[in-house]
């Protein structure tokens, strides 16, 4: 599994410590930046980290801006996105069980790095249960 990841301006503090974390587990991902003391619009930033994951380059994406909702409201208009914006344990699994959600999104002045990583940890471990939430993201897409 390879994830994708980016923030805007608000987010590389709360990044690095994502980083960390995944590199702590030997998790792949591939950085998008931005880097402390860099400015991006954040709708830019989510095209780049949403086309990897539509072009095939990364499976999951991780986007973090001030709130987490401009990137997930950016990242839901990429055909093929299915972005949810989590600072709960709970929203974050079934958000991957039962939306099939690709990107989440983390607000970085809303939750702590340590709620953060573990609600990577829930979405990159929860799997897609299929069956009659197959046919409703069917019906999103
Ligand atoms: C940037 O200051 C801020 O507006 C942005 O990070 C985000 O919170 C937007 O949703």
Redesign the pocket.
């Known amino acids: 599994m390879k994830i994708a990841i980016g923030?805007?301006?608000?987010?590389p503090a709360l990044k690095a410590e994502i980083l960390a974390h995944l590199d702590e587990r030997g998790i792949e991902y591939k950085d998008f930046g931005v880097q402390e003391g860099e400015k991006v619009d954040?709708p830019d930033k989510a095209r780049e980290v949403c086309s990897a994951i539509t072009g095939g380059e990364c499976d999951l994406g991780i986007l973090?801006?001030?709130?987490?909702?401009?990137?997930s409201?950016s990242a839901n208009k990429v055909r093929g996105i299915r972005a949810a914006c989590c600072s709960d344990h709970f929203s974050a699994k079934y958000t991957r069980a039962h939306n099939n959600a690709n990107v989440l999104c983390i607000?970085?002045?809303v939750v702590g790095a340590g709620l953060a990583v573990e609600l990577v940890d829930v979405f990159l471990e929860t799997g897609f249960e299929g069956g009659r939430h197959k046919r409703r993201v069917d019906k999103i897409e």
């Open positions: 923030c805007d301006h608000a987010g954040y973090i801006c001030g709130t987490g909702i401009g990137m409201i607000g970085a002045r």
